[in-house]
């Protein structure tokens, strides 16, 4: 049994959906070796954007504390962050994506990256006139678990997290600022937004601030009890772009190669030939080796995009419409609805004791292949014992001494 119990949102998360999923990650600390698409894209759009919001010609966060490190992609062993931080985040992107894993082709693995990249310009330029302020950043909370009708706090647990950021809007009022990446529609009447009403987080993080705020906890970040209680969550989602490299028609190739120019970019293009022939079946576009698809006509071509290419196309459909991409709204929380929420870790950690201590984790088979495949289900499917300190392939451990 756990000594310590830390619920986290994605702990909670876990244990609502599947028991069995909470009890492989959480307590055995069994994980993937790999993640999922999904949640490596959604993992690196965070990052960006952690880099992004750092301010340029302060000191570096990775080399402050530490020797300086030449190999920094953050300030390249200056320790001083880059007068322009986009140059961070290319640099931070170009290490990500260096090496190809096995299940990726290169035009893949760059595709993913030139997603990033430019999804990150056109959401600098869609948000260039934010008018919410950053309050404060990176705010650890570690809280006592207590019983809503006595108020004593429960032995052997707490409710921990990192609150990326609390800003204030233009109108006075306090939030937790929340970035989320989806494949969903972000259009206003979105069931994307009615679900993140109900998300864990949305509900956890608000709790939790306004208990710190409520003890004098934020007092560092010029919050008090007397100012505003923290109001919800504002929500900032990527709509994570659906379109991908496509290959041009023989018109378009043809001016391509002609002009040097696309989607309003110039690129640098040479062929090489080889002696003794006429055309050499591949285009370098800056750098990068593409193949030629020679047409039935003499003379005709066609090309695919490189993932360059395909990037500043996907530039100029945000500029066409930011709203597909892009979109941010408020979820406010109120002191009724944090007090159900406090019920409600109540009894979500009553239930957890419960099944540890008669050590009955269960599957709960309708999560298996809910929306998206379950990353234990060569685990639960193969009815694989994972006792006793067997590893499943595919999978490791991340508890130090297991």
């Not at 170009?94 to 595709?111: A, F, G, Q, R, V």
């Not at 609390?166 to 259009?187: A, C, F, W």
């Not at 040097?260 to 062929?271: A, D, L």
């Amino acid at each position: 049994m756990k000594k310590q119990w830390h619920l986290s949102a994605s702990l909670i998360s876990a244990f609502k959906a599947c028991p069995m999923r909470c009890y492989l990650k959480y307590v055995l600390g069994i994980i993937p070796i790999e993640d999922t698409d999904s949640q490596r894209q959604g993992t690196n759009w965070n990052k960006c954007l952690e880099i992004m919001g750092m301010k340029s010609g302060q000191v570096c966060p990775e080399c402050s504390n530490t020797q300086k490190n030449m190999e920094c992609v953050l300030c390249e062993g200056t320790d001083i962050l880059p007068e322009n931080m986009m140059d961070a985040v290319i640099r931070h992107l170009n290490k990500t994506y260096d090496n190809i894993p096995i299940s990726k082709t290169k035009e893949e693995w760059l595709t993913e990256r030139a997603i990033l990249l430019y999804s990150l310009a056109g959401y600098n330029w869609n948000y260039s006139n934010d008018n919410y302020i950053v309050v404060a950043e990176e705010v650890k909370f570690s809280l006592p678990l207590r019983n809503p009708s006595t108020g004593r706090a429960l032995p052997n647990v707490t409710i921990g997290g990192i609150i990326d950021k609390i800003v204030q809007s233009p109108n006075g009022n306090y939030y937790i600022d929340e970035h989320k990446s989806t494949s969903n529609s972000l259009d206003q009447d979105s069931q994307y937004w009615n679900h993140l009403n109900l998300d864990t987080q949305t509900r956890l993080y608000p709790w939790a601030a306004r208990q710190m705020q409520l003890t004098n906890d934020l007092i560092n970040y010029g919050l008090s009890p007397d100012d505003p209680l923290i109001s919800g969550v504002r929500f900032d989602a990527w709509h994570k772009p659906q379109i991908r490299p496509k290959k041009l028609t023989q018109a378009e190739s043809k001016k391509f190669v002609e002009t040097g120019e696309y989607m309003g970019e110039k690129f640098n293009i040479n062929q090489h030939k080889k002696p003794g022939q006429e055309v050499e079946p591949f285009l370098f576009i800056n750098g990068i080796k593409t193949k030629i698809e020679f047409g039935a006509k003499e003379g005709t071509f066609a090309i695919r995009e490189t993932p360059e290419m395909f990037g500043n196309r996907l530039l100029q459909d945000i500029g066409q419409r930011p709203e597909f991409y892009f979109a941010r709204r408020e979820i406010n929380r109120t002191e009724s609805e944090l007090k159900r929420f406090e019920w409600e870790l109540y009894n979500i950690y009553k239930a957890l004791r419960s099944i540890e201590k008669t050590n009955t984790w269960w599957i709960n088979e309708l999560q298996c292949e809910a929306k998206y495949p379950c990353s234990y289900i060569p685990i639960c499917y193969n009815n694989i014992n994972i006792n006793g300190g067997c590893i499943p392939e595919g999978f490791k451990c991340i508890f130090k001494g297991k």
